[in-house]
C-alpha cells in the first residue's frame, strides 16, 4: 500500500512538474519532450490501478503515434527550435485566472463528494480480454463508429495537408 | 489510496492544459496543450472505472485515446494548412474574421 | 303658425277635411321633400334651365302646403277635441287620432307621434320620428313659410352667381334639415337635426369661400356652436340615463314627476343651456353670429335670424319641462336661463349701436331678440317666448331681406359709406323695412309689439301695479327688457336714417330690385303687421273674446303629462303703455339726434363732426329754447350716445372684440400651439424618442456585444472556458 | 343553395383572393391588363360572394349566433381547429373588407405608384384580403392569430416598396410594433388555453382554442392571472389600434403608405385591434376587463384629445387624416372600455364608420397628392376652384370626420360618449364620466383640426404655383368608381343607422358577460367563478 | 488459440438488430461507394459523385420508413442504442437536410474545383455521425457520434483550401470544437464517476434523489456546455459567426442546421434520458442560455453587414428560442422535446432555403454582403419573393412555418406555468420583434433598394439543383406554416417521447 502511495506521488508530482514546462517552456522541442513524460505518467498511473490494456494503449498511441505527430507538425511548420520568444502571449494572467478558477471550482467539488472515498484495496487487473468482451458486444456501435471516423479523419487530413498539383 | 488523489491530479492537469491553449500563441504548442486535458480526462474515466471496478471505464478513455489522435492528426493538418498560406503559425495572426 | 292657417284658412280648409288626420300622422314628408330636392339639386341641379332653384322651390313649397295642412288639422283637433274649448269655426270634422298618441292627456290634446326603430342597442330598439303638436306645427310653419320667400327672393339676389345651384341646394338641405329638427320625437333627433343645420349654417356662410374672412367665419361659426354641441351631447346623455329614454315626451315626464332627481335635471338644463348659448347667440358665445353675416343676405334672414337660431329656443320649449324642473323657473325671481337672456338682449341691443354694416346691426339685433326670448323661457313665460319667435321670424326675415334688397341696389353693406336717400330709390324696400323696423320696435298694433308686451307681462316683475300671476317676479328681467325696448327703438331709428334718409352716398344710381324680390318683402312685411293679431291677450277687449288667445289654445301643450304646468300672468294696461313709452323715448331720441341734428349738419352726414362729447352738448344746449327738447336732447346725448353709444356700447364692444372674441380666437391660436407642442415635444421627442432610443440603445448594445467577437481564437476559448466556469461556479454555490 | 353557402360560404369567400394571387403568380407581369382584370374579378367575386353571405345571413335570422359556422381539425397537437364562424359583429367588418378591397383595386387602375409593378402589387392586396376576412371570420385563437399575422407581410411591402420618402422606416416601425404586440398576444393567449378549464369538444375533454367555448371555460382561472392575460392581449391589440402610447407607428406608416395601402390600412387593419376585444378579450376574460377598463378608457381619452392636437400641428395632409385616426380609434375604444352593449355597438359602429370614412379621406389625400405633388396644406389652396366635385367629397368627408350627425362617423363617436355617462356597472361612474367630458371636448378639437384643414386645401384660391397647372383636374371616372360606394354608404348608415345596430346588437348583447353588472369587479368574478 | 478460450466465456455475442441499424448501414455502403468510385473511375466518376451521394441518401430513407411503419421500438445493449420514433424523426430529418446540402453543393463543389468526391465521402461520415447520434442513449455512443460528425466539418469547413478566410474558419472550428470536447468529457467523465455506468438511463437513476452535489452540477454544465458550443449557444457561439463566413456556404449551411440540430437531439437525450430529476439544475441554465441567446444573437446579428454572418447570428438567437423549451422540460417534459424538435425541423427547413438563395445569389453577386442584394426584386423576383418568405419565416411571422415552431416554443413555457416560463415568453417575444428587424432589412434591401448603377440586370439563371433545393424548402417552410399538422404529425409529444 505504502509503495503505491509513494509511486503515485513520485508520478502525479513528475506529471505536474513536467506538464508545466509543457506550457511554459520556450523551446517547442522541449514542450513536445515534457509532453512524452506526461504521457508517460499517465500511462504508469493506469498501470498502478490496474488498467493495463489502456496504459499499453496510451504508450502505443500517444507516445508511438501522437508525438512522432507533433514532431512532423513541428518540422513541417519549420518551428524555429531553441528558445523562443513566440510561442507564448505576453499577457499570461487572463489565462492564469482562468486555470486558477476552474481548478478551485473542480477541487471544491471534487471534495465535496469523493473526499474520503477510497479506491478499492484489490484493484486487481482488468484484463484486456474483459475489456474486449466489453467493447465487442455492449459498445460494437461505437467501436464501429470510431473506425469509420478514423478513416474519415485521415482521407480528409490527407486532402487538407496535401499540396496541391501546382499550387 | 484514495480516488480523490488521481481525480485532484487530473483536475490540475486539465487546468494547466487550459492554461496552455489560453497562454500559447504558436498552434503546435496549443494542440500540445489539448492532450494534455484530454489526459486528464482520460485519468479521470480509469480511476472511476477502478472505483466502481468496471471496464467501461477503460473503454471509455479508449475511446478517447483513439478520438484524440483523430483529433491531433486533423489538427495539425490544419495547422500545416494554415503554415502553408501564412507562412506562421501564430494563432493571434488568424483574425482576418470578426465583429 | 296655427295663426297663419287663420290667414289662409279659408282655402285650406276644403283639403284638410278630406283628409283628416293624414297630415298630422305623415308630417315627415314635409322634411323629406326638401331633403329629396337637395340631391336632386346636388345631383341634377345643373341640367336644369333654372340651375335647380326650380326643384328646390318646389319642394319647399310642397312643404310649406303640407305645413299648412297639417296646421289647419292640428287647429281642429285643438279647436274641436280640445279642452279650451273653441268655437266651432276651425272645428273642421275633428276625427279622433287613431294613431298612437303619447303623453298622457288629462284634459290637453296630446301630440301626435309615430316613430320607427333607428337603431337598436342593448337589445333595446331607439326610435325616430315625428312627434307633431302644436309648436311643431308652428315652427313647420314659420320655416316653410320664410324658406319659400327666401328661395323665392334668392333667385334674383344670388342669380349669376357661380355657384347658384349650389345654393339651393343647401338651402334645400337646410330647409329639410331645420325640419326635421322641430319634427324631431326624439332628443337624439333634435342633436342630429341640429348638428345638420350648423353645418348648413357653416356651408352658407363660407358661400363666397374664396375670401379668408368668409372662410373664417364660417368656420367660427361652426367652431362655436360645436363647443355648444358638447353640452348637448353630454345633456341629451344625462337625459337619456336618467329618463331612460330618448323620447322627447318621456324626457320631459321624468324630469316632472320625479323619476330624475333635481341635480341630475339641473346639470342637464346647464348642459342643453351651454348649447342653446352657442346655436342662439347668447352671451357669452355669441361672437360668430355677426361674423356669419358674410353669407349672403337670404341666408342671414333664413338661418340667421328666422328659424336656425332659434333652435335653441325651440329645444327649451321642447324640453321645458327639464328647464322649468331644472332651474326651478315657478317661484322664483332669478334664474340662470332668465340672466343669460337678459344679459343677452341688453349687450345685443347696445352692440347695435355701433355698426356701421347695415346686417351687423340686424345680426346684434337677432341677437338682442334672442335674448329676449331665452328670457321669456326663463321667467316662465312659454308661450309669449315662442309667438315672439314667431313673430320676430317675418320681421326679422323682412328687415333683413330689406337689407339685402339694399345691398342688392349698393353693391354695399356699409351705411355710412354707401347708403343714404334710398326712400326715394327704392318705395318697395322703404315702405317694408318701416314695417319690419317698427315691430321690432315694438310700437302698439305690429306685431312685435304684443309679443314683447307678453314677455314683459310674464315676468311677472310689474307686481306693483297690481299682481300678474306669473311664474315668479323677476323684476331684473322686466327693467332688462324696458331698457332693450328703448335701445331698439333708437338703434333702429338710426338704422333707417342712415339707409333711406339723408341723401345718397354712394356710387350710381341705385335702382329698386325686381318684383321676386319686393313680393317677399311685401308678404313678410304685411305679416310683420298682423302676425302678432292671432295672439291678442286674454283681457284685450277690442276683439271678440274668441278671437283672443288663440295662439296660445293652438299651440301651448296645456294639461298634458310631459308640460309642467306653468301660470299665465294676466296681461295689464299699464305695462303695455310704460313699454311703448319706453319704445318710443328711444325712437324720439334717436330721431332728435340724426333727423333733427345731423341732418342739420349736411344730408350727407352720418354723425354730428365733433362728435358726442360733453363739451359740446353744453355748447349747443345754450341755443337751445324749449326744455322738453333740451331734455330729450341732453337725455340723448349724455345717457343714450354718451353713454350708452359712448362709453357704454364702446366699452361693450371693446370687450365683445377683444375679450370675448379674442377668447374665441386665443382659444383657437392655443389649441393650435398646444397642437404643436404636444406633436413636435411630446409626440416626436419623447413618445417616438423612446421608440427610436429603445432601437439606438438595441444597436449600441449590439455592437458593444461585437467587441466580443475579436476574431482571435484563444480569447473565444478563454470565454467559454470562464464562462464553463463561473457557471458552474454559481450554480454549485446557489444550489 | 343555402346549405352551400353556409357550409362552403366563408372559406371560400376567405381564399379566393389567394387564389387569384396564385393564378396572377403564373402569369408573366409584362401583361399588366390582364393582371389588374384578374384581381379585380377576384375581389368583385369575393364581394358577390359577401353579398350573398349577407342575403343568407339575413335569412338565417340568428343575428347574435354564429352563422357558417365550420369547424374541421386542423392542428390536433394543440387542439387547435379550423373554425371559422360570423355573427353581427364580424359580418359587417367582413363586408367592409370586401367592399374596400375592390374599390382599392378600381382606384389603382391608372394610379399605380412608383415603381409601378401592377402584378406584384395586386398580389399583395389579394393577400392582404384573406388575411383580413380570415381574421374576422376566425373563431379559433390560433387561427386568429395566424390570419391576423398575415396582413402584416403584405403591407410591410406595400408601404417600402410603394411608399413615398421615408418608406423605409415606416415600413419597419409598422412591422415591429405590430408584432411586438401580438408575440405578445400569442403568449396571451397560450396562458389562456393552458389555464382555463379543459372543456368538452367531441365527446372528449380537452383544452381548447375555441373562441366560443373559453368565455365559461375560462371562468376559473385566478383573478391575478386573469389580469396579466388580458394584459398580453392588451398589448397585442392596443398596439395595433392604435392607442396612446403606441400610436407613434400610425402617423409614419400612413404617411409614407401609398394611397391604396393608407386606405386599407385606416379601414380594416386597424380594426383588427379593437375587434380583437370585442370579440376576444372581454368575451373572455370579461372579469380581468372590468380591472382593465378604467386604465384602457383613460388611454382612450388621452388619445382622442392628444391625436386632436397631433392634428393641428401638421402641415402635411396625410399625416393630419394619420392622426385623426388616433383620435378616432380613441373614440371606438372608449366604447369599448365602458363594457356595456351601448359602448361597445357604439365601437362596432365606430369602427365600419372610421373605415368608410377615413379610407375615403386617404382616398382623397392621394388623389390630391398626385395633382399637386405635394400634400403641405401651406402650399395647397382652392381644391373647390379648381376641383370642385372633388372639393365637396372632400367637405362631405371631413364632416362625417368629425361626427356630423346624419353621417356615419356620428354613431361611433355620440353612443361611445353616451356610453361613457353610464358604463357597466362593475366600472366606477364618476371615472367615466370624466373621460365622456374630455371626449366630448375631443369632438371640438376634432372639427376646428378637420374644419381647419378643409379651409386649407379647399378654400381659397388656388395658389399661383398650381394656378394654371393642367395636373389639376377634377375626379375621375375610377375615381368615382371606387368613392361613390363609400360615400353613399358614409350617409346611408349614418341616415338609418339600425342597418348596423340591428346585426352588432345581438351579438355584442350576447358577448357580454352578465357579471360587468355586478356592483364590483370582486363580485363579478365571484359570480363568474360560481357559474 | 485455444489458449484463449477461456477468457472467451465471458464474451456473449451481442444481439445485434439489423434492421435497427440498417439506416446507418446503409449509410455506411454509401459513403465507401462514393469514395471508391473515386479510387476506381478517377476523374470520370467525378460528374455522378454528387448524383451518388443524393440519390444513395433517399436510398437511406427506405430503412428509416420501414422502420416506422412497424413502429415498434427497439433497443440495444442495454438501452444504449435505441430506435425510436425521437430517432426516427430525427434521422430522416438529417438524411433530408444532407440531401438537401447536397443539392446546394453539387453546382458549388464543381465550380470552386475542390476536392470533389472526399467532400461528399466526409459529408456523408458526418451525417452517420448525426444519424447514430439520434440513436445514441450512453455517453460513449454519443462521445463518438459527436465526434464522428464534428471532425468531418472541421475539414470540410477548411476545405477551400486556398483561401485564408476557409483556412481560419477550420482553424477556429476545429479548436474550439475541441476545446468544447474537452470539457464536455470532462463533464462526462465526472457523470461516469457518480454513476459507474455510460448508460443514460443509469446516470438519470444515479444523479436523482436529495440535494445536486457540487460534482454532479459540474458535470451537468460541462456536458450541457460542450453541446451548447454545438448549438452555438451564448457565450459558446463565438466560434459561430467566423466559421460560417470562412466556411463554403453549403459547409455553412450544413453546420447551422445539421450540426445544430445534433447538438440539440443530443442535448435533448441527455437531459430526457439523463438528468431527468436533476431539473434544478439545468433548468435554470438552460433558462440563461435561452435568454442569454436569443438577445445577444439578436443584437449582435442588428449589426452585421454580411449575410452569412448575419445568419450566423441569428441562428445563435434562433437557438436560444430552441434552448426556451429545455429550461421548463422538468415540468412539461415530451412536449419541451416536441417543441424542440419542431422548431429544429422547421428550422432546417426554412434556414437551409435562405442558404439555398444565398448560395444562388452568390453566383451573380460574388459577395456576401447584405448591400449586394439591393435591387435583387429587379432581376430575379422569384428569387426575392422566395427569400422574403425565409426570411419572415426566420421571423415567425404566420403563415410561414417560423410562426409555428415559434408558437410551439411559446407553447412549451408558457404551459410550464411558472414565473420562469412567463418571463422567458415574454422575454421571447420581444426578442422574436427585434430579430425582425434584421431579417426585414434583408428583405428591405431586396424590395425596397435600387440596384447599383452598373449592376447586371439580366435575369438570374438558376441551376436544376439549387432550384429543387429552393423548391423543397420555400414549399416546406409554406406547408409547415399553413398546414402545421404536416409536422405535429411526426413531433406530436406522446408520440416522440425519448425511450430509455
Known amino acids: 500500500m505504502i509503495a503505491e502511495h509513494v509511486a503515485f506521488g513520485i508520478i502525479a508530482a513528475v506529471m505536474v512538474a513536467a506538464a508545466s514546462r509543457v506550457v511554459t517552456t520556450r523551446d517547442i522541442m522541449h514542450a513536445a519532450l515534457y509532453l512524452v513524460i506526461v504521457l508517460a505518467g499517465v500511462a504508469a498511473l493506469f498501470l498502478l490501478v490496474g488498467a493495463e490494456f489502456t496504459g499499453i494503449t496510451q504508450v502505443l498511441i500517444y507516445i508511438g503515434a501522437v508525438i512522432v505527430l507533433f514532431l512532423f507538425g513541428i518540422m513541417l511548420t519549420r518551428s ?88 | 489510496m484514495y480516488l480523490n488523489t488521481m481525480l485532484l491530479l487530473a483536475a490540475v492537469l486539465f487546468c494547466i492544459g487550459v492554461y496552455g491553449v489560453l497562454a500559447r500563441r504558436n498552434g503546435v504548442l496549443v494542440l500540445m496543450s489539448i492532450e494534455l486535458i484530454l489526459n486528464a480526462v482520460n485519468i479521470n474515466l480509469v480511476a472511476f472505472g477502478a472505483f466502481h471496478a468496471t471496464v467501461v471505464g477503460q473503454i471509455f478513455a479508449l475511446f478517447v485515446i483513439t478520438v484524440a489522435a483523430a483529433e491531433v492528426g486533423i489538427g495539425l493538418a490544419i495547422v500545416l494548412l494554415l503554415y502553408r498560406n501564412r507562412r506562421s503559425i501564430n494563432l493571434d495572426q488568424v483574425d482576418l474574421m470578426r465583429g | 303658425m296655427g295663426a297663419l292657417s287663420a290667414v289662409f284658412g279659408a282655402e285650406a280648409v276644403g283639403e284638410a277635411t278630406a283628409a283628416s288626420g293624414w297630415f298630422l300622422e305623415n308630417a315627415w314628408l314635409i322634411w323629406l321633400f326638401p331633403a329629396v330636392s337637395f340631391l336632386l339639386i346636388l345631383l341634377f341641379g345643373k341640367r336644369f334651365p333654372k340651375g335647380g332653384s326650380e326643384i328646390g322651390i318646389f319642394a319647399v313649397g310642397a312643404s310649406f302646403v303640407f305645413g299648412v295642412a297639417t296646421a289647419i288639422q292640428w287647429i281642429s283637433e285643438v279647436e274641436g277635441g280640445g279642452s279650451k274649448g273653441a268655437e266651432g269655426e276651425y272645428a273642421l270634422g275633428a276625427g279622433a287620432l287613431s294613431l298612437a298618441a303619447e303623453g298622457e292627456s288629462s284634459g290637453g290634446v296630446s301630440a301626435v307621434s309615430r316613430s320607427i326603430t333607428w337603431l337598436t342597442n342593448g337589445a333595446e330598439s331607439i326610435g325616430a320620428g315625428i312627434l307633431i303638436d302644436g309648436l311643431a306645427v308652428m315652427m313647420i310653419f314659420v320655416v316653410t313659410l320664410v324658406s319659400l320667400l327666401v328661395h323665392v327672393y334668392s333667385t334674383d339676389y344670388v342669380a349669376g352667381d357661380r355657384r347658384y345651384t349650389h345654393f339651393f341646394a343647401f338651402l334645400s ?104 348659448m352657442s346655436k342662439s347667440g347668447q352671451f357669452f358665445l355669441h361672437t360668430w353670429l355677426p361674423d356669419a353675416m358674410a353669407g349672403p343676405t337670404p341666408v342671414s334672414a333664413l338661418i340667421h335670424a328666422a328659424t336656425m337660431v332659434v333652435a335653441g329656443i325651440f329645444m327649451i320649449a321642447r324640453l321645458y319641462g327639464v328647464f322649468f324642473e331644472g332651474y326651478s323657473i315657478g317661484g322664483s325671481s332669478l334664474n340662470l336661463l332668465a340672466l343669460i337672456g337678459g344679459v343677452t338682449t341688453l349687450v345685443g341691443a347696445s352692440l347695435a349701436f355701433v355698426q356701421n354694416d347695415i346686417k351687423k346691426v340686424l345680426a346684434y339685433s337677432t341677437i338682442s331678440q334672442l335674448g329676449y326670448m331665452v328670457l321669456a323661457l326663463g321667467v316662465g313665460a312659454w308661450t309669449a317666448a315662442l309667438f315672439h319667435l314667431f313673430t320676430h321670424a317675418f320681421f326679422k326675415a323682412c328687415l333683413f331681406l330689406g337689407s339685402g334688397s339694399v345691398s342688392h341696389a349698393v353693391h354695399s353693406f356699409d351705411m355710412k359709406k354707401d347708403m343714404g336717400g334710398l326712400r326715394a330709390h327704392m318705395p318697395h324696400t322703404y315702405r317694408t323695412f318701416m314695417l319690419g323696423t317698427l315691430a321690432l320696435a315694438g310700437l302698439p298694433i305690429f306685431s312685435g309689439f304684443w309679443s314683447k308686451d307678453e314677455i314683459l307681462v310674464g315676468t311677472g316683475g310689474w307686481g306693483f301695479f297690481g299682481g300678474t300671476d306669473a311664474n315668479g317676479s323677476y323684476t331684473i328681467m322686466l327693467v332688462m327688457g324696458l331698457v332693450t325696448a328703448a335701445l331698439t327703438g333708437a338703434y333702429m331709428t338710426r338704422v333707417v336714417y342712415l339707409t333711406f334718409f339723408g341723401e345718397y352716398r354712394g356710387h350710381g344710381t341705385p335702382h329698386e330690385s325686381g318684383p321676386r324680390i319686393t313680393a317677399p318683402l311685401w308678404i313678410l312685411g304685411s305679416l310683420a303687421v298682423v302676425a302678432g293679431f292671432i295672439n291678442f291677450p286674454p283681457g284685450f277687449q277690442l276683439v271678440p273674446e274668441s278671437w283672443r288667445e288663440k295662439f296660445f289654445q293652438w299651440v301651448e301643450p296645456v294639461g298634458v303629462s310631459y308640460f309642467p304646468s306653468i301660470k299665465h300672468a294676466t296681461p295689464s294696461w299699464s305695462l303695455a303703455i310704460v313699454s311703448v313709452i319706453v319704445a318710443l323715448a328711444g325712437i324720439a331720441a334717436a330721431a332728435y339726434y340724426y333727423f333733427v341734428r345731423v341732418r342739420a349738419v349736411s344730408p350727407m352726414a352720418t354723425e354730428l363732426p365733433n362728435g358726442p362729447t360733453r363739451r359740446w352738448v353744453l355748447a349747443r344746449a345754450g341755443h337751445s329754447v324749449l326744455v322738453n327738447k333740451y331734455y330729450l336732447d341732453w337725455l340723448y346725448t349724455r345717457v343714450i350716445v354718451g353713454f350708452v353709444k359712448g362709453p357704454l356700447a364702446k366699452g361693450t364692444n371693446w370687450v365683445n372684440q377683444h375679450v370675448i372674441d379674442r377668447v374665441v380666437n386665443e382659444v383657437g391660436t392655443r389649441s393650435v400651439q398646444a397642437g404643436n407642442v404636444v406633436y413636435h415635444k411630446v409626440d416626436q421627442l419623447v413618445v417616438d424618442g423612446v421608440v427610436n432610443a429603445t432601437g439606438k440603445i438595441s444597436d449600441a448594445s449590439g455592437e458593444e456585444l461585437r467587441r466580443m467577437q475579436t476574431g482571435k481564437v484563444q480569447q473565444y476559448a478563454a470565454i467559454m472556458f470562464i464562462a464553463a466556469t463561473i457557471l458552474a461556479g454559481i450554480f454549485i454555490i446557489v444550489i | 343553395m343555402a346549405e352551400f353557402l353556409n357550409d362552403w360560404g366563408l372559406s371560400l369567400a376567405t381564399f379566393l383572393p389567394i387564389i387569384g394571387a396564385a393564378v396572377m403568380l403564373l402569369i408573366p407581369k409584362e401583361n399588366e391588363q390582364l393582371h389588374k382584370l384578374i384581381a379585380l374579378a377576384t375581389s368583385v367575386a369575393v364581394a358577390v360572394f359577401g353579398v350573398l353571405l349577407l342575403i343568407q345571413f339575413i335569412d338565417n335570422d340568428d343575428y347574435g349566433a354564429l352563422n357558417f359556422v365550420v369547424d374541421k381539425s386542423w392542428i390536433d397537437v394543440i387542439d387547435s381547429r379550423y373554425i371559422m364562424g360570423v355573427d353581427g359583429i364580424s359580418l359587417p367588418l367582413m363586408l367592409l373588407t370586401m367592399l374596400i378591397v375592390p374599390l382599392c383595386v378600381i382606384y389603382s387602375w391608372n394610379h399605380f405608384p412608383e415603381p409601378r409593378n401592377p402584378k406584384a402589387f395586386l398580389m399583395l392586396i389579394l393577400i392582404l384580403e384573406t388575411g383580413m376576412i380570415g381574421t374576422f371570420a376566425a373563431q379559433d385563437l390560433i387561427l386568429f392569430f395566424v390570419f391576423f399575422e398575415v396582413v402584416l407581410l403584405p403591407m410591410y411591402f406595400m408601404i417600402g416598396v410603394w411608399g413615398g420618402e421615408n418608406r423605409r422606416y415606416a415600413a419597419i416601425k409598422f412591422f415591429l410594433f405590430t408584432l411586438f404586440g401580438s408575440a405578445l398576444m400569442l403568449v396571451s393567449f397560450l396562458a389562456l388555453y393552458f ?81 380583437g376585444f370585442v370579440r376576444i378579450a ?40 394619420a392622426f385623426s385616426s388616433v383620435a378616432h380609434m380613441g373614440f371606438v375604444m372608449l366604447g369599448i372600455a365602458t363594457l356595456t352593449d351601448f359602448g361597445i355597438n357604439a365601437a362596432v359602429f365606430g369602427m365600419v364608420a372610421h373605415g368608410l370614412i377615413t379610407g375615403m379621406l386617404f382616398f382623397l389625400a392621394g388623389s390630391v397628392k398626385e395633382r399637386y405633388h405635394t400634400l403641405d396644406m401651406t402650399r395647397l389652396g382652392g381644391l373647390l ?35 361613457s355617462y353610464n358604463p357597466a356597472e362593475v366600472l366606477a361612474e364618476e371615472t367615466f364620466r370624466s373621460y365622456m367630458v374630455v371626449a366630448a371636448v375631443g369632438t371640438v378639437l376634432a372639427a376646428g383640426y378637420l374644419l381647419w384643414m378643409f379651409q386649407k386645401t379647399a378654400f381659397g384660391n388656388p395658389k399661383d404655383e398650381f394656378a394654371n397647372d393642367p395636373n389639376v383636374k377634377d375626379a375621375t371616372f375610377s375615381e368615382y368608381l371606387a368613392w361613390v360606394p363609400l360615400l353613399i354608404l358614409i350617409l346611408l348608415l349614418g341616415v338609418y343607422p339600425q342597418l348596423l345596430f340591428g346585426a352588432t346588437d345581438p351579438a355584442v348583447v350576447n358577448s357580454l358577460s352578465e357579471c360587468l353588472e355586478s356592483a364590483t369587479s370582486e363580485a363579478c368574478f365571484d359570480a363568474a367563478a360560481g357559474q | 488459440m485455444f489458449s484463449f478460450a477461456p477468457s472467451l466465456v465471458g464474451f456473449v455475442r451481442p444481439d445485434i438488430d439489423w434492421h435497427a441499424v440498417a439506416p446507418e448501414l446503409t449509410l455506411l455502403g454509401v459513403g465507401a461507394v462514393v469514395t471508391l468510385l473515386d479510387i476506381i473511375f478517377l476523374e470520370r466518376g467525378r460528374a455522378y459523385t454528387s448524383a451518388m451521394a443524393g440519390i444513395g441518401l433517399l436510398i437511406t430513407l427506405i430503412p428509416i420508413v420501414t422502420l416506422a411503419a412497424q413502429g415498434t421500438t427497439r433497443e440495444m445493449f442495454g438501452g444504449a442504442f435505441v430506435v425510436d420514433n425521437f430517432a426516427l424523426v430525427l434521422k430522416a430529418m438529417f438524411i433530408v437536410v444532407a440531401y438537401i446540402v447536397v443539392l446546394l453543393s453539387t453546382n458549388y463543389i464543381a465550380e470552386g474545383d475542390y476536392w470533389e468526391n472526399e467532400y461528399y465521402g466526409l459529408l456523408l461520415s458526418a451525417v452517420l455521425g448525426m444519424v447514430l447520434m439520434a440513436s445514441a442513449r450512453d455517453l460513449i455512443t454519443i462521445f463518438v457520434a459527436l465526434e464522428l460528425l464534428s471532425i468531418p466539418a472541421y475539414l470540410l469547413a477548411a476545405w477551400r483550401k486556398g483561401d485564408l478566410k476557409s483556412n481560419e474558419a477550420g482553424l477556429k472550428y476545429y479548436l474550439m470544437g475541441v476545446f468544447a470536447s474537452a470539457i464536455m468529457l470532462y463533464g462526462m467523465s465526472l457523470l461516469f464517476g457518480l454513476a459507474g455506468d455510460t448508460r443514460l438511463s443509469e446516470i438519470s437513476v444515479a444523479l436523482s434523489g436529495g440535494d445536486a452535489e457540487p460534482v454532479a452540477i459540474l458535470g451537468i454544465i460541462f456536458v450541457i456546455v460542450g453541446f451548447a458550443f454545438k448549438v452555438s449557444g451564448f457565450p459558446f457561439h463565438t466560434w459561430a459567426p467566423d466559421t460560417y463566413e470562412g466556411a463554403p456556404t453549403p459547409v455553412t449551411a450544413f453546420l447551422a442546421v445539421a450540426s445544430k440540430a445534433a447538438g440539440f437531439v443530443a442535448l435533448l437525450q441527455l437531459v430526457y434520458a439523463g438528468f431527468g430529476s436533476r431539473d434544478d439544475v439545468y433548468e435554470p441554465l438552460f433558462w440563461i442560455l435561452a435568454v442569454g441567446s436569443m438577445t445577444a444573437g439578436n443584437l449582435m446579428a442588428l449589426r452585421q453587414k454580411n449575410i452569412v454572418r448575419l445568419m450566423a447570428y441569428s441562428g445563435v438567437s434562433q437557438a436560444g428560442f430552441m434552448l426556451a423549451p429545455l429550461a421548463v422540460i422538468g415540468a412539461i417534459g415530451d412536449e419541451a422535446v416536441s417543441a424542440v424538435v419542431t422548431y429544429v425541423l422547421i428550422y432546417a427547413a426554412m434556414n437551409l432555403g435562405a442558404f439555398a438563395v444565398i448560395i444562388t445569389v452568390a453566383r451573380r453577386t460574388a459577395s456576401g454582403e447584405i448591400s449586394s442584394y439591393s435591387g435583387l426584386f429587379g432581376y430575379a423576383p422569384g428569387l426575392c419573393v422566395v427569400m422574403s418568405l425565409f426570411m419572415f419565416s426566420l421571423a415567425g411571422i404566420p403563415p410561414l412555418g417560423g410562426w409555428f415552431a415559434k408558437f410551439a416554443v411559446f407553447r412549451a413555457v408558457v404551459e410550464a406555468d411558472t414565473a420562469w416560463g412567463y418571463s422567458l415568453a415574454a422575454i421571447a417575444a420581444v426578442n422574436s420583434v427585434i430579430a425582425l428587424f434584421y431579417y426585414a432589412k434583408v428583405a428591405r434591401m431586396m424590395w425596397f433598394e435600387a440596384a447599383p448603377a452598373q449592376a447586371d440586370m439580366s435575369a438570374l439563371r438558376i441551376p436544376p439543383s439549387l432550384l429543387a433545393a429552393l423548391g423543397l424548402t420555400a414549399a416546406a417552410t409554406l406547408l409547415f406554416g399553413i398546414y402545421p399538422p404536416a409536422i405535429t404529425h411526426f413531433t406530436d409529444g406522446a408520440l416522440i417521447a425519448l425511450s430509455y
Open chain 4, 282 to 321: 372581454i368575451p373572455i376574460l370579461p372579469e380581468a376587463a372590468a380591472e382593465w377598463a378604467p386604465f384602457i378608457g383613460l388611454l382612450a381619452v388621452i388619445g382622442i384629445i392628444y391625436g386632436a392636437l397631433g392634428c393641428l400641428a401638421q402641415r402635411d395632409l396625410k399625416r393630419l387624416v
Open chain 4, 385 to 419: 376652384v379648381q376641383a370642385p366635385r372633388m372639393g365637396w367629397i372632400l367637405g362631405f368627408c371631413v364632416m362625417a370626420s368629425l361626427g356630423l350627425p346624419g353621417l356615419a362617423g356620428f354613431w361611433g363617436e355620440f353612443p361611445a360618449i353616451l356610453a
Open chain 3, 173 to 276: 338641405l337646410f330647409t329639410a334639415s331645420m325640419l326635421f329638427f322641430v319634427t324631431a320625437s326624439t332628443t337624439l333627433q333634435m342633436l342630429v337635426g341640429w348638428e345638420l343645420v350648423g353645418v348648413c349654417s357653416f356651408a352658407l356662410i363660407g358661400h363666397w369661400w374664396e375670401e379668408k374672412p368668409n372662410s373664417n367665419a364660417a368656420l367660427k361659426a361652426f367652431f362655436t356652436n360645436r363647443v355648444g354641441d358638447m353640452g348637448l351631447i353630454i345633456g341629451v346623455s344625462i337625459l337619456f340615463f336618467a329618463a331612460g329614454t330618448f323620447d322627447v315626451i318621456g324626457v320631459n315626464e321624468a324630469a316632472l314627476n320625479g323619476t330624475m332627481t333635481h341635480t341630475v335635471t339641473l346639470a342637464a338644463a346647464l348642459c342643453l343651456t351651454a348649447a342653446v
Open chain 4, 195 to 275: 389555464l382555463a378549464d379543459p372543456t368538452m369538444v367531441a365527446g372528449e375533454l380537452t383544452r381548447t382554442f375555441d373562441m366560443r367555448l373559453l368565455p365559461d371555460a375560462a371562468a376559473g382561472i385566478a383573478k391575478s392571472s386573469q389580469v396579466w392575460v388580458f394584459g398580453g392581449m392588451f398589448l397585442g391589440f392596443g398596439i395595433k389600434v392604435p392607442m396612446f402610447p403606441f400610436h407613434t407607428w400610425l402617423p409614419d406608416a400612413h404617411t409614407e403608405a401609398p394611397t391604396v395601402g393608407s386606405v386599407i390600412l385606416a379601414a380594416v387593419l386597424l380594426k383588427l385591434g379593437t375587434y
Open chain 1, 80 to 167: 524555429d527550435f531553441g528558445d523562443n520568444e513566440d510561442t507564448d502571449y505576453k499577457r499570461k494572467f487572463p489565462a492564469l485566472l482562468t486555470a486558477a478558477l476552474l481548478l478551485a471550482v473542480m477541487v471544491v467539488a471534487l471534495v465535496d463528494r469523493f473526499g474520503t472515498e477510497k479506491l478499492p484495496d484489490d484493484l486487481s487487473p482488468q484484463t484486456t480480454a474483459q475489456v474486449s468482451d466489453e467493447l465487442f458486444s455492449q459498445f460494437i456501435v461505437p467501436f464501429e463508429a470510431v473506425s469509420v471516423l478514423l478513416l474519415a479523419a485521415l482521407i480528409g487530413a490527407i486532402v487538407v495537408a496535401r499540396r496541391e498539383e501546382g499550387g
